[in-house]
């Protein structure tokens, strides 16, 4: 790590047990858990950013089941 990085990965938290529910439960849960993050809900077809933001959880879900496919993490 270098000075230059403003993250701890200490910090990076994930959601395992989120894979599987319904994107809108995942998302209430996350943001109950800590509501200063953005949490993004993400078709699986869908292309998003690769920057690493620690304020950020992309929730990748089935469009046509609405469950999470993806673990979710910070990120």
Excluded: K, Y
Excluded at 13 to 32: F, K, M, Q
Excluded at 45 to 66: E, I
């Amino acid at each position: 790590m270098t000075d230059d990085d403003d993250f701890d990965l200490a910090s990076l938290r994930s959601w395992p047990h989120l894979v599987g529910i319904d994107v809108d439960a995942a998302r209430a849960a996350i943001e109950t858990e800590d509501p200063g993050l953005h949490v993004g809900p993400v078709p699986t077809d869908h292309d998003v950013t690769c920057d690493f933001r620690p304020d950020r959880v992309w929730l990748w879900f089935d469009p046509d089941t609405r469950l999470v496919t993806v673990t979710p993490r910070v990120g």
